[in-house]
């Protein structure tokens, strides 16, 4: 350690002091869209006689420079400023940015007090709804009263499941059962006893479950919830005896509402409508919080009993981004501003694109299957939305945020965001030649921090810290699509590496996905979740295959690392384990870890055959299509069925289990439950598209497909 404080002391001897660097003062104008650190930096050099190089991982990160006539040093101030970074002078007299770990540290705890903050304002926002209604006998039978007055009127109105979004007394109903949602009003009446801290130390997709049971992967409650659950189990048992109560009778007309509409106003209480006479002192609570953004948490209850059957279970979405007041209004709102050319052919592409879209999905609704498949992506469009080719943040990124500077007469240096990439669909699709206003595009404007250095603005998103380094890889998310568009369907090792491309920014990935014209396949690509993905990424192929074919994989048979990243993925995921049709936590079966005599098997739940019937329809479709011609609705059309199994490819739909392992034996103890894989076979070199069946089959699927639609508008009339 004392070695490395000399270097240092030595090398800011020989280097030239940053603040003394006459070639710092020469004046740069730099105007590029965005673009990752490291070829800003070779660009400088290149202008500036200055070399200037990033560390990794900052060498990545994408960035937007448009500065005209600053000096150099006020444009690696800004750089700094923008990626909360250092310059260190090197003895070559070359500039080298990074971040040190105490300055890392600085910004997290920074971003950490301010989440703090707006949680602690948006827990009490929450709750001002159980405020202000009382939960008592006479104002609960008031309410179910009024439930049930609107759901007669919708009744007798007649009113079609088409036009049942747009009547006032649907959206008073649906407030009305909001506001009786026993997971809206005990969401919150939990998180404010928590410890607010308990929250932020869970990283950014990762699960924890608190309770006050013990056990290795349970974290503490931190307060006795008995009052709590003493106040749930009075208010669910007055709830279900006025539910049912003669007086009010809303059982039966909830089920002619569903009967009617395919759903009802109380699904989420349907548990406690349904279910047994609470008893406070036997419930056993569970809450599991998985944080799927720095500021996003999905909250889930559990209550089950003593005898582990589950009373209750439900699930609250928090977020709170607050950004109403982050920008003050002003002129800027009204600055008109032009996109830029590469957003224009984007948005040109995009339109004649969504219009082809339009006019064949037109057909499709219609019945008519037996189109030839002419729509092709636009070839500008599929190089723009190569992410290997064009950079996303170079365009609709790139031209709001440099609006944003130019309104206020400035420079630019911005940090981008990641997430900006899923605001392109609905941005490209409206940005058509001409003029536009700033204040329509708030909604990506506040989502940064700005700050003035005299001519510049420095540019960074919100909560920083979070943001570093969460970007999908370019390169290999172009691999993965052009290889899927060729095959027509993603292989096993193309969605392990999709996975490993797009840890954390999946979604923002699939933009370009879907720009390339792989419709419903960008959904099998993501089938895995990520802690999963990561597990069978780290087997050896052997074992993979293994594992797939059904062989158990007993923990033993792991290494150390495999076995963390199973238990990270059990744990720390979205997943549940099935036993007798119930779902439960890991932590409620296995509180102090999975027994080494549990073993891991996968089976084949079932073989589908597979095609691509529509451009609306990925493979999986085909056994959709080939129900219709099943024995016992179209026993005419068996041998067209049959015949047709030498055409498409097979679907493989596997599930997971938990096995107990005694001797030869295994026993079952449950299902992993969130587990998501399929794989797919092709019969011939490619999944077969409708226009290339045979023109009997084609007909007679056509026939039934026909007779099913006219099934379907008759029940709908009726």
Known sequence: MRSLVWVSVLL???????????????????????????????????????????APPLDEEIVIVH????????????????????????????????????????????????????????????????????????????????????????????????????????????????????????????????????????????????????????????????????????????????????DIGLDDLNRQWESRYRLSPFWRSRQLIRGVRLHPDTLRLF?????????????????????????????????????????????????EFEWSPATRLLAGAYNTSMQALREEFAGYTRGELTYEVSFRVDEVLRRLCDPAQTEPHSMVTTDLLRAYARAHGKSLIALTRERDLTEISSIAGAAAYGRHRLGQYRQVLEHYHWQEQDALLVAKPRFPSYCWGVRFDREGVSR??????????????????????????????????????????????????????????????RMRNALLAGTPIRQLELTPAQRASFYQWIYCGSVEVGVNNEMFLP?????????????????????????????????RAGYQYLELLNRRSEPNALPAYESLQGLFGMLTVYSMYLVLSRGESEEE???????????????????????????????QLEEAVQQRLQRYRDIRED
């Not at 030239?16 to 006459?22: L, Q, R």
């Open 12 to 54: 800011s001897l020989v280097a030239p002091a940053f603040s003394e660097d006459t070639r710092l003062q020469q004046k740069v104008t730099f105007q590029e869209p965005a673009q990752a650190l490291a070829q800003v930096c070779r660009s400088l050099s290149q202008r500036t006689g200055v070399v200037l190089f990033a």
């Open 67 to 246: 500065v005209a006539d600053l000096t150099l040093k006020a444009v690696m101030d800004g750089l700094a400023e923008a990626l909360d970074a250092e310059w260190f002078a090197q003895p070559n007299g070359a500039y080298r940015l990074s971040r040190p770990p105490k300055r890392a540290q600085e910004r997290r705890q920074q971003d950490d007090a301010e989440l703090r903050v707006e949680l602690e304002q948006t827990i009490p926002k929450a709750l001002q709804g159980e405020k202000q209604w009382q939960w008592t006998p006479e104002n609960l039978k008031q309410e179910l009263l009024k439930v049930r007055e609107l759901m007669q009127a919708v009744l007798q109105s007649d009113v079609s499941m088409e036009t049942l979004y747009e009547t006032p007394e649907r959206q008073e109903l649906f407030s009305r059962a909001w506001t009786l949602d026993f997971g809206n009003r005990w969401a919150p009446l939990l998180l404010q006893r928590m410890d607010i801290s308990k929250l932020l130390r869970i990283p950014v997709g990762e699960r924890r479950v608190f309770s006050t049971e013990r056990g290795k992967y349970i974290e503490p409650l931190g307060f006795d919830p008995t009052t709590l659950l003493r106040q749930f189990a009075y208010e669910a048992n007055l709830f279900r005896e006025l539910w049912h109560s003669p």
């Open 287 to 335: 809450v599991s919080i998985l944080r799927t953004d720095a500021e996003a948490f999905s909250i889930t209850i559990y209550l089950h009993d003593v005898e582990n059957n589950r009373v209750y279970r439900t699930t609250y979405w928090l977020g709170f981004r607050g950004n109403e007041s982050r920008l003050p209004k002003g002129e800027w709102e009204r600055f």
């Open 480 to 541: 993965v699509l052009k290889q899927v568009s060729q095959q027509g369907y993603p292989t096993l090792d193309d969605k392990l590496l999709w996975k490993s491309a797009t840890e954390k920014t999946e979604f923002e990935a699939g933009e370009c996905a879907r720009w390339n014209g792989l419709g419903m396949i960008v959904f099998d690509l993501g089938e895995l979740g990520g802690h999963e993905a990561r597990w069978l990424g780290k087997l050896p192929l």
């Open 587 to 619: 932590q409620m079966l296995f509180p102090d870890g999975i027994p080494l005599e549990v073993a891991i098997q996968v089976r084949s739940a079932e073989n589908f055959p597979a095609a691509i019937p529509s451009r609306f329809d990925n493979y």
């Open 669 to 699: 103890v449950g299902t992993v439950l969130g587990w998501r894989l399929s794989e797919f076979r092709p019969l011939v070199n490619k999944p077969v598209r409708w226009n290339e069946l045979p023109a009997n089959f084609r007909k």
